[in-house]
């Protein structure tokens, strides 16, 4: 079955309260369980945003050189995230607009290759 992520770019989320991010994390976590008992769930993580951001890695001359910064100049994070494993495109669809309506967050949706289409 084809993995697909499921995530929300943090610059599309209005600044929230601690119990507004609280109330969130409950009702997401509802979705995530339900995942879970469906079997599709594969990784899930949120809470992150440009101040997360750790360092940057580039290929120099074969090596890899790491800076704490500049990052990429982009307004656009991924704020969070869902990975699940379905059988197409109908299902992804069906987790991601749960979680689109518990969050009341846009949610974008990327189907990863499967491991035969590089040998295509």
């Keep these: 079955?084809?993995?697909y992520m499921i995530a929300f770019n943090d610059e599309w989320v209005a600044e929230h309260t601690?119990?507004?991010l609280r109330e969130k994390s409950i009702a997401s976590k509802a979705v995530l369980d339900e995942m879970k008992?469906?079997?599709v769930f594969v990784y899930a993580n949120?809470?992150?945003d440009a101040?997360?951001?750790?360092f940057s890695v580039e290929a120099d001359n074969g090596a890899a050189v790491f800076t704490d910064g500049p990052f990429v100049e982009t307004k656009e994070h991924i704020g969070g995230f869902t990975v699940i494993d379905v059988a197409d495109d109908e299902a992804a669809r069906y987790w991601a607009g749960k979680l689109a309506?518990?969050?009341d967050w846009p949610q974008e949706v990327h189907r990863f290759p499967n491991?035969?289409?590089w040998d295509d």
Aim: glycine share 14%; hydrophobic share 35%.
């Design 101 to 103: 309506v518990c969050l």
């Design 46 to 48: 949120g809470g992150i």
């Design 115 to 117: 491991e035969y289409s």
């Design 51 to 54: 101040s997360t951001a750790l």
């Design 37 to 39: 008992a469906a079997g």
């Design 18 to 20: 601690t119990d507004q």
């Design 1 to 3: 079955m084809p993995e």
